[in-house]
């Protein structure tokens, strides 16, 4: 059996990919406390978490069929 590991972190590159969002809107939503902000690794490196960005993903499907706005 495969464990699926919570740790995996991905760069904008793949944020992009996942979401079909430009740069510009992933960070507005950011701002706007609407998408999960990316973890700092150093000066000038971030990633996301792979599973806060599914889990977020998951939002979207749930209120798309019914869930919570």
Do not use: C, H
Request: no cysteine; aromatic share 8%; proline share 3%.
């Amino acid at each position: 059996m495969a464990i699926m590991n919570t740790n995996i972190l991905i760069k904008l590159p793949a944020v992009k990919e996942l979401t079909t969002f430009s740069s510009a809107t992933i960070y507005r939503l950011i701002s706007e406390g609407e998408f999960p902000k990316q973890i700092k690794l150093a000066k000038r490196s971030s990633a996301w978490s792979l599973e806060e960005i599914y889990s977020w993903i998951e939002e979207k499907k749930d209120s798309r069929d019914g869930g919570e706005s």
